[in-house]
RNA sequence: CGGGGCGUGGCGCAGCCUGGUAGCGCACUCGCUUGGGGUGCGAGUGGUCGCCCGUUCAAAUCGGGUCGCCCCGACCA
């Protein structure tokens, strides 16, 4: 493509709204542009790197044996109400009626639909396995769409399904998806990792997430160094490092007004992981006391996947209930539900003495009190591996990818059975499978730039080179450049040539800011001597080659780069 | 939904406190100039100051409302 008839609209300065790194530079670089929060247009060439990004997509799909198909955006809602979610989800589906006033959704997922459909179509064991993908516009009405393009309220996404006839058959999908996935995102030029992941409300037991380690993204995950392990903070184990051992005999301790860990921790000079805090919060079944160590965070998810939704108590609802005010209560003498964290288990502690002002030291657990075990604590950096023992890092990450392993919850409720060889009639057993390409996109640049702008992976470039001809005055650099354009065409290579009517300078700047990996330089004094400067983006370096082996240089390095992938 | 910030030519901003006929840089158009890292000079185009209501002789500026956008948090299949 010619530069100059080309839609690439660049910005010398960044819009004041942006903030994340990738949607500057795409904002700048004239990818993309904002509609209204959340909602974005991909501009020629940001469109490119997604049709580049699906193109690796369906590859990799359909090398698992996946089946492309398309279902609508627009969703009649018995479907969602068949199975549940039509209720259960919040504002965050798009909801309306049609001209009948029958209720309708936009699609922010497609559990519902592809199980509607395999229930109408799939009748024997025979029909199975299936695996169905679309690559299609997902809406969700996010309560607080940020970073760009990393979270939108409308988005394409790759979303795959599959269909067993066991659990022992679904283990074998997920596996071929998570190489599929490996492959897909190692392919895109990302760092990335698998993590274990919380199925939340897509059901099902088992799911992980792919993440790509960047400072823009929304998630944490917890590595251990050691052993390899690696989970979603939401329910990462960990161990936080234990206390010195205390000999301490059960006492009461006078604490006038200190109430919480930090003044009581100051008042009797111990470090604040020698006490317990206690939570009250109430739960559909009644009021659960959570106890976490002073020094650590209760992790509310932790927490809810023991006793299910919940809420913070209110003050005058601690002291109705525990018979003190907040601020005083400890596990001790209660007959409510107690859920303490493991870290608690072992060692002497501080607590509330439930009474006004008065603390305990020395309480130790099941002596002085008993609870339900758990890791409800959030972990964090520099806590030991739960499996090894190794030291745990804390990465923030984007979500790029998630697979889950459904089982019946859907096939159930929409009756999708199948008859098996007994003429014994069954669940289908599914699995559901998602990749964002725009965060694939967003992702990579947030890994890969430098200060003067976007660094493409090759696999993701809008353009394999760009050409840059500095002086459109002078006939020879015109006519050099041009030649070359045109046999890079002929060949196959696909080439951006910045034919405009400006300075090297901008010429330079432009061609850094957008991008494209390999940029190759005509310039007047190089083109005396019969030489052409071919540039890495990356690296900066250039080597000076001669105008007639360009191609065959080009060529050969599109050639290597693509062995090595 | 809670907290904070911001809406002034396409972009980045000043002006607002202390009301008096809207300004700067970039971009854009034309001419000359320059031609390897956003060239220099000159002449131009373009804005009902987000919107509504109010106060005032007079509102970008003061007051109220409303809409939009961004950030932090909650939420997030």
Same mark, same amino acid.
């Given at each position: 493509m010619r530069f100059s008839k080309m839609?690439?609209?660049?910005?010398?300065?960044?819009?004041?709204?942006? =903030?994340? +790194?990738?949607?500057? /530079?795409?904002? $700048?670089?004239?990818?993309?542009?904002?509609?209204?929060?959340?909602?974005?247009?991909?501009?020629?060439?940001?469109?490119?790197?997604?049709?580049?990004?699906?193109?690796?997509?369906?590859?990799?799909?359909?090398?698992i044996g996946a089946q492309e198909i398309s279902l609508p955006?627009?969703?009649?809602?018995?479907?969602?109400?068949?199975?549940?979610?039509?209720?259960?989800?919040?504002?965050?589906?798009?909801?309306?009626?049609?001209?009948?006033?029958?209720?309708?959704?936009?699609?922010?997922?497609? =559990?519902? +639909?592809?199980?509607? /459909?395999?229930? $109408?179509?799939i009748r024997s064991y025979r029909d199975l396995p299936q695996v169905w993908y679309q690559i299609q516009t997902k809406l969700r009405d996010e309560a607080r769409p940020k970073s760009g393009i990393l979270r939108t309220r409308e988005f394409i996404m790759k979303d795959s399904y599959s269909f067993d006839v066991s659990e022992e058959a679904l283990d074998k999908n997920y596996e071929f998806h998570t190489k599929a996935y490996h492959r897909i995102f190692s392919r895109c030029g990302l760092k990335f990792l698998m993590v274990e992941s919380d199925p939340g409300m897509m059901g099902g037991a088992v799911s992980h997430e792919f993440m790509a380690p960047s400072p823009a993204g929304e998630d944490e995950v917890a590595l251990c160094g050691n052993c390899g392990y690696s989970a979603n903070v939401e329910l990462a184990l960990s161990a936080p490092p234990v206390n010195e051992k205390q000999e301490w005999p059960l006492e009461e301790v006078h604490t006038p007004e200190k109430r919480t860990?930090?003044?009581?921790?100051?008042?009797?000079?111990?470090?604040?992981?020698?006490?317990?805090?206690?939570?009250?919060?109430?739960?559909?079944e009644g009021p659960v006391l959570a106890?976490?160590?002073?020094?650590?965070?209760?992790?509310?998810?932790?927490?809810a996947a023991i006793i299910g939704d919940h809420r913070p108590a209110q003050r005058p609802e601690v002291k109705e209930i525990l018979g003190v005010e907040a601020g005083f209560i400890g596990p001790m003498g209660h007959r409510i539900r107690i859920i303490a964290d493991n870290s608690l288990r072992d060692g002497a502690f501080v607590s509330g003495a439930n009474k006004p002002h008065y603390h305990f030291k020395g309480?130790?657990?099941?002596?002085?009190f008993s609870a339900e075990w758990h890791d409800i604590h959030k972990a964090r950096e520099g806590d030991l591996c739960e499996k090894c023992g190794g030291v745990l890092h804390i990465e923030r990450v984007i979500e790029i990818g998630n697979i889950f392993k459904l089982g019946t919850k859907y096939s159930v409720p929409l009756n999708a059975v199948f008859l098996d060889e007994n003429g014994q009639e069954k669940p289908i057993i599914m699995g559901s499978y998602?990749?964002?390409?725009?965060?694939?996109?967003?992702?990579?640049?947030e890994q890969n730039h430098d200060r003067d702008g976007i660094i493409w992976p090759r696999s993701l470039a809008p353009f394999d080179v760009e050409i840059l001809p500095l002086n459109m005055n002078d006939p020879g650099t015109v006519e050099a450049a041009t030649v070359l354009y045109d046999s890079l065409k002929e060949s196959g290579i696909k080439a951006l040539m910045d034919d405009r009517e400006e300075r090297a300078g901008v010429k330079f700047k432009d061609a850094d800011l957008i991008g494209i990996p390999t940029h190759i330089i005509f310039g007047e004094r190089n083109l005396k001597e019969g030489l052409v400067e071919i540039k890495d983006r990356k690296s900066k370096e250039s080597a000076k080659v001669k105008t007639g082996e360009v191609l065959a240089y080009i060529k050969d390095l599109l050639a290597t780069v693509k062995q090595m992938s």
């Open positions: 839609f690439i609209p660049t910005l010398r300065e960044a819009p004041a709204d942006a =903030e994340a +790194i990738s949607h500057i /530079l795409m904002l $700048r670089a004239g990818y993309v542009r904002q509609l209204a929060a959340g909602l974005y247009m991909l501009l020629p060439l940001g469109w490119r790197v997604m049709a580049k990004i699906n193109a690796v997509l369906r590859e990799e799909m359909d090398a955006v627009l969703h009649p809602a018995e479907v969602w109400q068949q199975t549940g979610r039509w209720d259960v989800i919040g504002d965050e589906m798009f909801r309306l009626k049609d001209r009948s006033g029958r209720d309708m959704c936009l699609g922010m997922t497609h =559990e519902e +639909i592809m199980t509607w /459909l395999a229930s $109408r179509e860990v930090q003044e009581v921790s100051n008042f009797m000079k111990l470090p604040s992981s020698y006490f317990m805090k206690s939570i009250l919060v109430i739960s559909k106890v976490v160590r002073g020094d650590q965070e209760l992790h509310e998810k932790k927490l309480v130790r657990a099941e002596r002085d998602g990749i964002g390409p725009a965060r694939i996109a967003a992702a990579a640049v």
